[in-house]
C-alpha cells in the first residue's frame, strides 16, 4: 500500500475541504458528497491518510470536535475510509494527557466493535488486523496512563471513565471470535508489536494491584488483562466427537488396537503403545477413566477370547498382568505429568466400574481358573503406586462376595494350575532377569544348563512370554544369536566333551531363535546389520507367508561334499560325530544333501523310505538339520507344480508326525526328546506357512457355531476358510472379506480368527483392494450407531498396515466416494461424516506412526521389513509389498511439490510420502469445490475439514491446504456445516498447538511445511476469509433485522 505524504496537492485538497466543511458547518451528510469529488473513484481515503487528517482536525483542542468526528462516523459507514485505518489512526494518538479527547476516541473504537470488517484486497484485510494489534497496545497504554492519574490525584471521574471505556473495548474485543482471530493474525504478523503489548500489560497489572481502594473494579480490569494475554482462539477448536458409555457398550477400536498389539506387536516397547492409545483416546473422545476402563475391560475380553493358536492365551496373560500396569503407569505420567506421585482417582474409578462387569469376569476366572482380578490389583500395588492397598483389597473382598464361581476355583485348586494361569508368568519374571544375567557370561558351560532349561516345554513358553511382555525378548534373543555365532566353528584344542557341548549349545539356540521367530516376528531376531550365520539364514531360508524364498545352495552340491556329509551324519561314534565341525556349513549342506535325494528319488534312482531314513539320521545328528531341510523343501514346493510337489509335502508331512520312541542303539545328544518336540512344532508351522496362512484345521470349529443363520453359499465359505486356507480357496477374496465382516460387525469384537483371516487377505489382495472393499463394507450401514461401530472397526483393521493402508485409503480410495462411481454411497447423510471421521483417524494415526518407527512391527510369520541396501535376491515380495513400494514410488516423483526440503529432522521417506498423498487429496476437495453447489461430495469436504481442524497433530498437515479451497466453499456453507472464525483460521494460517495436557511432545508438530513467504500469504489468505465469513455474518444480521 503506497501512501502519499502530507504536503502532496491532494492532502493539501482535503485539509482545505475539512476547514470548509467546519466554518459551513456541513452536515455529515455533505461531507460525503463534497470528499467523493476530491478522492478518485473506487479508491480508499486510507491513501491519503484521510483518518489522520480528520482526527487531527477534531482533536486539536483540549476537548473534541464532535461536527468533525461525524464526519468520520460517516466516511466510515461509507466506507470512504475502512475500519483498519480508523483503528491504525487512532492507536498513533499520544494526546494522552486531554481525557475528553482520549474518551471521544473511546467512545468511537468502542462503537465500531461491533461491525468492524474490511471488504478490501487480502493485503487490506491484513492491515486490519496489524491495526487491531495497535490498537490494543495504545488502550493498554491509555489504562496505564489514567490509572497512573487516578493514583495520583486520587479522584479523576474523567479518568475513572476511560479507565472503563478502555477496559470495555478490550472485553468487546476478547468476546468477538472474529476480533481475537484477526488479532492472532496481527500478533503473528507484528510479534514485536505484541512483545511490547505484553509488557505494558504486566506493568498496568502490577499499578492495578496496588491501586488499593483507589479504583474500584480493579479485579475485574486484571482478569480482563489477564484474558487478554492468554487469549488462543485457535483452543476453542476442540474434537467435538465425545465418547458416550452409555449408548456405546464397547470402545471397539480401541479393542481391536489391542487384540493387534498382543497378537502382532507382543515385543513393543510399552511407552509407544501408551502413546498410540493416548492418541486414540483423543480421536474417540475418552475421558481419562474411560481411557484407563476401556484398556482393562478389552485386555479381560481378550483373555476370554477363544484362542486360535497355542501360545496366543499366553500372550494375553503376559500383556494384562505384566504389561498393562506399565502402560498404565506410562499413561498417567504421560497426562499427570512426570512429577505425579501417588495413586489415580481415575484408575480407582476404572477398576471399580470394571469389578461391576460380573458375567466377563466369571468367564475369566474359569477360563484361566484363577481370581484375575486379584493377581491384576496385586501387580498395580506392587509394580506402581496408581492404586492403594486397602482400596485394592476392598474390590478384591467384594469381588469374592459377588462372583458365583470363585468359591468353586479355590476349592479345585488343588488340581494344579492352568497353564495360562497368571501366577506362573508372574513367577517367570524373576527367571527371565536371572537369565539375562546368565546368558551375559560368555563361559558356554554354565549357559548349558539354562539354554536346556529353556528347550523343555513346559517353562519355554512362560518365558518367553514374560520376557515379551516386558520388552526383554529382543534383548534374551540377541544374547542367543551370540551363543548360537560362537558355537558354530570349533576352537582350538577342543576335546570331544568340548565338541559335544558345542553341538548341543549350536542346537538348542538355533531351535529357541526358529520358535521365537515364528511366535513373535523375525525382527526380534534378524537385526538391521544382519551380521551372524543365524540372522543371514532366518532372512533367506526362513518360511515366511506371501515370501517365496530360494536358498543359495549351489556352492554346496559339489557330490563328494554330499557324501562326505551323509558319511558324518553316519557316524556311530558319538565322540567321532561332532568333533571339528563347522556348523554353519552343515546347516548349508543338509539341504544341498535333501536336494540330491529328493532329485534322486523323484527319478526313482532312491526309494522314497531311504529319503525318510536320511531325515531320521538328521534328526538324530542335531534337531536343527531337519529345519534347514524343512526350509529346503518349503521352498521347493512353492517353485514346482503340484505332481512334483507331492514328494516334498510328504516328507514335511513325516517331519511333523514320525516321532517315536528313541531308538536307544542310535547316538544322539541329551534331551532328544525336548528338542526333537520342539523340532516338530518348528516343521508343523513351517508347513502351515508354505500352505498359505496360519490356519490349524484343530480350531477349524471355533466360529462353526456362529454359522447358523447364513445362507448355504455363506456356509460353504465358512467351511472352506474352516478346514483349509485362503490359497487353496474357490472363493473370489472379495466374498471371504465381506463374509468376515459379517460375523465379527453385529459384536464389533475382533478375534483371533477373523484377524488371522483379514491379515492374509491384506497380503494376498494388497492394501488398495483391501482398503476399498473394508470401507465399502462399513458404507452399507444407514444407521449412526452402525456406522461408528463399522468406523472404529475398519480404523483397527488399517492398523494391519497403518502407513500402506492410509496412503492407499487417500490415493484410491477416497477418489472413488469423490469423484468415481461410490459416490452414490454418499446419499446417506451419516455415512459422509463417518467417512471424513475414518480418514482423518487414520491420516493422523499414519502421521504419528511415520513419527514413531518403533511402533509398526512384522507381525510373526509375515514379511520382514526390507533391509537396508536392498532386499535379498533370494526373497521374492508379496502382491502387497510390490504395490506399496510402486505406490510410494509415485508419490516420492511429487515430493518436491512441498515446501518441506528432503532431509528435514523428524521427516522419513513414508512421511513425506504421507504428505504428498494428503496433499493429492486436499488438492482433489479442491477440485470438486469448484462446482460451486451444495451436493454430498461437497458435504464430505466440509466434514473432511471440520474433522481435520479438531484432530491433533494436524498443524502440518492443515498447512497443506490449497489456497483456493475454502473461498469455494464458505459461501455455500450454512449453519450448522459453516466454519467458526477459529476453524478457518486454524485450517488457513495453522499453528502447532502447544502441550497442554502433559502429553509427550510430538515430533511432526516441530515439521515447518511452509517457507516465510508462503506462512505470510497464508496469514493474508487467511485475513481475507475470515472478513469474508464476518462480511456474511454482518449481512445475515442486517436481513434478518430488515425483515423483523
Given at each position: 500500500m503506497v501512501l502519499e505524504t502530507v504536503s502532496s496537492s491532494k492532502a493539501g485538497t482535503i485539509r482545505s475541504l475539512l476547514i470548509r466543511a467546519w466554518r459551513e458547518r456541513w452536515s455529515d451528510l455533505q461531507w460525503g458528497i463534497h470528499i467523493k469529488t476530491v478522492l478518485p473513484r473506487a479508491v480508499s481515503g486510507d491513501i491519503y491518510h484521510l483518518a489522520d487528517y480528520i482526527l487531527q482536525q477534531a482533536l486539536m483542542g483540549p476537548l473534541p470536535n464532535s461536527?468533525?468526528?461525524?464526519?468520520?462516523r460517516h466516511s466510515l459507514s461509507s466506507q470512504i475510509v475502512s475500519y483498519g485505518g480508523v483503528i491504525e489512526s487512532i492507536s498513533n494518538y499520544d494526546g494522552l494527557h486531554k481525557p475528553h479527547c482520549v474518551q471521544a476516541l473511546l467512545e468511537l473504537m468502542k462503537s465500531m466493535m461491533k461491525s468492524v470488517s474490511c471488504r478490501g484486497k487480502p493485503e487490506d484485510c491484513l492491515v486490519l488486523a496489524t491495526a487491531l494489534v495497535n490498537g490494543v497496545k495504545w488502550l493498554i497504554q491509555v489504562m496505564g496512563w489514567t490509572t497512573q492519574q487516578l493514583l495520583d490525584?486520587?479522584?479523576?471521574?474523567?479518568?475513572?471513565?476511560?479507565?472503563?471505556l478502555a477496559v470495555s473495548v478490550l472485553q468487546d474485543i476478547i468476546d468477538c471470535q472474529f476480533l481475537t482471530c484477526m488479532l492472532e493474525i496481527g500478533r503473528r504478523e507484528e510479534p514485536s508489536v505484541w512483545s511490547v503489548s505484553l509488557k505494558k500489560m504486566t506493568e498496568v497489572e502490577t499499578l492495578l494491584a496496588g491501586a488499593g481502594s483507589v479504583i474500584e473494579n480493579k479485579d475485574s480490569y486484571i482478569k480482563t488483562l489477564c484474558q487478554l494475554k492468554d487469549q488462543q482462539p485457535l483452543e476453542s477448536v476442540g474434537r467435538k466427537h465425545r465418547f458416550d458409555s452409555s449408548s456405546v457398550p464397547l470402545c471397539y477400536a480401541m479393542h481391536s488396537i489391542i487384540m493387534l498389539e498382543v497378537n502382532q506387536h507382543t515385543t513393543r516397547d510399552a511407552a509407544t503403545f501408551a502413546q498410540q492409545l493416548l492418541l486414540l483416546q483423543q480421536l474417540q473422545g475418552l475421558s481419562t477413566m474411560e481411557l484407563y476402563f476401556e484398556i482393562l475391560?478389552?485386555?479381560?475380553?481378550?483373555?476370554?477370547?477363544?484362542?486360535?493358536?497355542?501360545?496366543?492365551?499366553?500372550?494375553?496373560?503376559?500383556?494384562?498382568f505384566i504389561k498393562v500396569p506399565v502402560i498404565l503407569q506410562a499413561i498417567h505420567v504421560a497426562v499427570a505429568g512426570e512429577s505425579s506421585t501417588g495413586e489415580s482417582e481415575d484408575i480407582l474409578a476404572a477398576i471399580k466400574r470394571l469389578s461391576l462387569l460380573n458375567i466377563l469376569l466369571d468367564q475369566v476366572d474359569v477360563q484361566i481358573n484363577c481370581n484375575c482380578m486379584e493377581f491384576l490389583l496385586n501387580e498395580l500395588c506392587n509394580k506402581t503406586?496408581?492404586?492403594?492397598?486397602?482400596?485394592?483389597?476392598?474390590?478384591?473382598?467384594?469381588?469374592?462376595?459377588?462372583?458365583?464361581?470363585?468359591?468353586?476355583?479355590?476349592?479345585?485348586?488343588?488340581?494344579?494350575?492352568?497353564?495360562?494361569?497368571?501366577?506362573?508368568?508372574?513367577?517367570?519374571?524373576?527367571?527371565?532377569?536371572?537369565?539375562?544375567?546368565t546368558l551375559s557370561n560368555k563361559n558356554q558351560d554354565s549357559v548349558l544348563p539354562v539354554m536346556t532349561l529353556l528347550v523343555s516345554g513346559k517353562s519355554r513358553d512362560l518365558l518367553l512370554a514374560a520376557a515379551a511382555a516386558s520388552g526383554n525378548l529382543q534383548v534374551f534373543a540377541q544374547k542367543v544369536v551370540k551363543f548360537n555365532e560362537l558355537s558354530m566353528e570349533p576352537q582350538p584344542g577342543e576335546t570331544p566333551k568340548m565338541a559335544i557341548s558345542r553341538a548341543q549349545m549350536f542346537d538348542i539356540s538355533f531351535l529357541l531363535l526358529c520358535h521365537i521367530v515364528q511366535i513373535y516376528g523375525i525382527d526380534v531376531v534378524v537385526s538391521e546389520k544382519c551380521e551372524t550365520f543365524i540372522e543371514q539364514w532366518m532372512r533367506d531360508n526362513m518360511p515366511e507367508l506371501g515370501k517365496v524364498k530360494a536358498p543359495l545352495i549351489s556352492s554346496y552340491t559339489d557330490q563328494s561334499a554330499v557324501e562326505d556329509f551323509v558319511r558324518q551324519v553316519n557316524i556311530t561314534e558319538i565322540d567321532m560325530k561332532y568333533n571339528m565341525v563347522r556348523w554353519n556349513d552343515v546347516c548349508q549342506m543338509a539341504g544341498a544333501a535333501l536336494k540330491e535325494v529328493v532329485t534322486a528319488s523323484e527319478h526313482g534312482a532312491l526309494p522314497v523310505q531311504q529319503v525318510k531314513e536320511l531325515l531320521d539320521r538328521l534328526r538324530y545328528h542335531l534337531c536343527c538339520l531337519p529345519i534347514c531341510a524343512a526350509a529346503w523343501l518349503c521352498s521347493h514346493v512353492q517353485v514346482v507344480d503340484g505332481e512334483q510337489a507331492a514328494l516334498p509335502f510328504s516328507l514335511l508331512q513325516y517331519l511333523q508326525t514320525s516321532l517315536g520312541d528313541h531308538d536307544s542303539s542310535t547316538p544322539t545328544l541329551e534331551n532328544f526328546k525336548d528338542r526333537s518336540t520342539l523340532l516338530v512344532?518348528?516343521?508343523?508351522?513351517?508347513?502351515?506357512?508354505?500352505?498359505?496362512?496360519?490356519?490349524?484345521?484343530?480350531?477349524?470349529?471355533?466360529?462353526?457355531?456362529?454359522?447358523?443363520?447364513?445362507?448355504?453359499?455363506?456356509?460353504?465359505?465358512a467351511m472352506e476358510t474352516n478346514t483349509s486356507t485362503l490359497l487353496s480357496s474357490q472363493e473370489p477374496l472379495s466374498h471371504l472379506l465381506k463374509y468376515t465382516w459379517q460375523q465379527i460387525f453385529p459384536t464389533g469384537i475382533l478375534n483371533h480368527k477373523a484377524l488371522s483371516t483379514f491379515r492374509d487377505l491384506l497380503r494376498l489382495g494388497g492394501t488398495r483392494w483391501f482398503v476399498s472393499d473394508l470401507v465399502q463394507c462399513g458404507m452399507q450401514c444407514v444407521f449412526n450407531s452402525d456406522l461408528n461401530r463399522a468406523v472404529d472397526l475398519i480404523y483397527g483393521l488399517l492398523h494391519l498396515d497403518v502407513v500402506g493402508c492410509t496412503l492407499s485409503l487417500l490415493v484410491h480410495t477416497m477418489p472413488l466416494y469423490m469423484t468415481g462411481p461410490n459416490t452414490g454411497d454418499l446419499l446417506c447423510g451419516p455415512r459422509t461424516h463417518s467417512l471424513a471421521r475414518l480418514t482423518v483417524m487414520m491420516i493422523i494415526s499414519a502421521w504419528l506412526a511415520v513419527q514413531q518407527p518403533s511402533a509398526v512391527k512384522t507381525e510373526p510369520g509375515a514379511t520382514v521389513s526390507t533391509m537396508s541396501g536392498g532386499a535379498s535376491t533370494s526373497r521374492k515380495r508379496t502382491y502387497h509389498d510390490r504395490e506399496l513400494e510402486e505406490m510410494e514410488a509415485n508419490l516420492q516423483l511429487?515430493?518436491?511439490?512441498?515446501?518441506?526440503?528432503?532431509g528435514t529432522p523428524g521427516l522419513s521417506k513414508d512421511g513425506t510420502s504421507l504428505l504428498v498423498a494428503v496433499e493429492s487429496l486436499l488438492k482433489l476437495m479442491t477440485q470438486v469445490s469448484r462446482a460451486g453447489v451444495v451436493s454430498p461430495v461437497s458435504q464430505l469436504v466440509v466434514n473432511i475439514l471440520h474433522e481435520l481442524i479438531g484432530a491433533p497433530y494436524s498443524h502440518t498437515l492443515l498447512t497443506l491446504t490449497p489456497p483456493a479451497l475454502l473461498p469455494n466453499l464458505v459461501p455455500l456453507l450454512s449453519e450448522p456445516d459453516s466454519f467458526t472464525y477459529a476453524q478457518l483460521l486454524a485450517i488457513t494460517s495453522p499453528k502447532a498447538s502447544c502441550n497442554s495436557d502433559g502429553i509427550k511432545e510430538f515430533a511432526g508438530?516441530?515439521?515447518?511445511?511452509?517457507?516465510?513467504?508462503?506462512?505470510?500469504?497464508?496469514?493474508?489468505?487467511?485475513?481475507?476469509?475470515?472478513?469474508?465469513?464476518?462480511?456474511?455474518?454482518?449481512?445475515?444480521?442486517?436481513?434478518v433485522e430488515i425483515a423483523s
Open positions: 461536527l468533525i468526528l461525524s464526519y468520520l490525584l486520587r479522584k479523576a471521574p474523567e479518568h475513572t471513565t476511560n479507565l472503563s475391560r478389552c485386555s479381560f475380553i481378550g483373555l476370554s477370547s477363544p484362542e486360535y493358536q497355542s501360545y496366543q492365551e499366553l500372550k494375553w496373560v503376559g500383556f494384562t503406586s496408581l492404586l492403594l492397598e486397602r482400596d485394592a483389597q476392598a474390590i478384591i473382598a467384594t469381588r469374592l462376595q459377588e462372583s458365583n464361581v470363585l468359591a468353586n476355583i479355590q476349592k479345585n485348586d488343588t488340581q494344579g494350575a492352568h497353564p495360562g494361569n497368571p501366577s506362573l508368568i508372574l513367577r517367570a519374571q524373576p527367571p527371565v532377569s536371572n537369565i539375562l544375567k512344532l518348528i516343521v508343523e508351522n513351517m508347513l502351515q506357512v508354505t500352505k498359505g496362512g496360519i490356519h490349524s484345521s484343530s480350531t477349524a470349529n471355533n466360529s462353526g457355531s456362529s454359522t447358523s443363520g447364513t445362507s448355504g453359499k455363506e456356509m460353504s465359505i511429487h515430493s518436491g511439490e512441498l515446501a518441506i526440503p528432503r508438530d516441530l515439521i515447518d511445511a511452509q517457507t516465510p513467504a508462503q506462512a505470510a500469504g497464508a496469514r493474508r489468505a487467511a485475513a481475507k476469509l475470515l472478513c469474508v465469513q464476518r462480511n456474511l455474518a454482518l449481512s445475515s444480521v442486517c436481513n
